[in-house]
């Protein structure tokens, strides 16, 4: 099946910098790549998606990268806020697929 | 609307004793799955549902059942809990499979807290 590898684990950024989480997937046959963020004590909420036909999306102050010929998705934040602060999960699945795979998780921190 | 709803929000268990989560939405959804949170791990998938009447196993089944008799509902089982098993369970759900759902995507309950001694 599916594996999803995430890095870092954790990141400690200055408010204002940019943080960029990397996530590489086994399966050159997954084409939908959702990030979620999960705020403390809550539940993951998706803030970014991006499918196999596209290279890169943006939407305001985050952005996902793609590139299927190395197997990995990068989700970039730019001008990080305090509100920034949580923890993101990459995932993948594959066309026709019903199992979507997280990563490990990556716990942003944002000092102010 | 109250989308996805889990219960209990706590529970404590103790090694052997069996116990059902509760999950419901009132979105309409046909696909369902239940999710288990540890540290380190992310969230792995346990068992998942396409529609009422259809479940299949996700990537950590042992040790669970689910079942599916209607739209709204997908309770996960625990038939003897374990310590192995402590874990934030949540329960998620999206109008069709999450391959389709470029824009449904997945709606994650609030999570139950399972601690089995």
């Known amino acids: 099946g599916e594996n999803v590898e995430q890095h870092p684990s954790t990141l400690s950024v200055q408010e204002g910098d940019s943080a960029v989480i990397k996530c590489t997937y086994s399966?050159?046959?997954?084409?939908?790549f959702p990030w979620y963020k999960q705020e403390l004590g809550k539940r993951p909420q998706l803030i970014i998606d991006?499918?196999?036909?596209?290279g890169e999306k943006k939407d305001q102050r985050i952005a996902v990268t793609l590139n299927k010929t190395a197997k990995h998705f990068s989700l970039h934040i730019t001008e990080t806020q305090p509100e920034d602060s949580a923890v993101y999960f990459c995932a993948a699945i594959k066309a026709a697929g019903n199992k979507l795979t997280f990563g490990g998780g990556t716990r942003v921190l944002v000092k102010p | 609307n109250a989308g996805v709803t889990q219960t209990p929000k706590f529970q404590v268990l103790k090694t052997g004793q069996s116990m059902t989560l509760q999950c419901a939405q009132d979105m309409n959804h046909e696909y369902m799955s239940w999710y288990r949170q540890d540290p380190g791990m992310g969230l792995r998938l346990i068992h998942y549902s396409v529609g009422a009447g259809i479940t299949d196993q996700g990537e950590v089944p042992n040790g669970y059942n689910v079942s599916r008799s209607t739209t709204e509902d997908f309770p996960l089982r625990l038939l003897s809990a374990a310590p192995s098993q402590t874990s934030v369970y949540f329960c998620?759900?999206?109008?069709?499979?999450?391959?389709?759902?470029?824009?449904?995507?997945?709606?994650f309950g609030n999570g139950t807290r399972l601690t089995v001694t």
């Open positions: 991006i499918r196999s036909n596209v």
């Open positions: 998620a759900s999206s109008y069709s499979s999450p391959w389709r759902s470029y824009n449904s995507p997945l709606h």
């Open positions: 399966d050159s046959a997954s084409n939908y």
